[in-house]
């Protein structure tokens, strides 16, 4: 059985960094696709990123291109989310999940999806 848990996120000011972890268990990151999602209150769940195992080929949503990075360690088989100089528009869940070869940024295509961890950005 696969299972995806996100840990790392907390209570951060304004310009702040953090670094998500989405550890998996009972499947290799190695030969699948990795994305990260979030979600605000009162809002749908949107794309952040994403990663293929395979290639090591990322993607990202405009709004977070420059400050959020996205990485894998197949050896830890964990797939990270560095994200710096935070906002207070990056305060939400985010969450992790495993995806298809196409159509990444529809959250609707993604599976096995983590619990979420909570990010906070403070003025």
């Known amino acids: 059985q696969v299972h995806l848990v996100e840990s790392g996120g907390g209570l951060v000011q304004v310009g702040g960094s953090l670094r998500l972890s989405c550890a998996a268990s009972?499947?290799?990151?190695?030969?699948?696709?990795l994305g990260w999602f979030r979600q605000a209150p009162g809002k749908e769940r949107e794309f952040v990123a994403t990663?293929?195992?395979?290639?090591?080929?990322?993607a990202y949503r405009d709004s977070v291109k420059g400050r959020f990075t996205i990485s894998g360690d197949n050896v830890k088989n964990t797939v990270y989310l560095q994200i710096n100089n935070l906002k207070a528009e990056d305060t939400a869940v985010y969450y992790c999940?495993?995806?298809?070869?196409?159509?990444?940024?529809?959250?609707?295509?993604?599976?096995?999806w983590g619990p979420g961890t909570q990010v906070t950005v403070s003025p």
């Open positions: 990663i293929m195992g395979s290639s090591g080929t990322t």
């Open positions: 009972g499947r290799t990151i190695s030969g699948v696709r």
């Open positions: 999940a495993m995806g298809p070869t196409l159509g990444f940024t529809d959250a609707k295509r993604y599976y096995n």
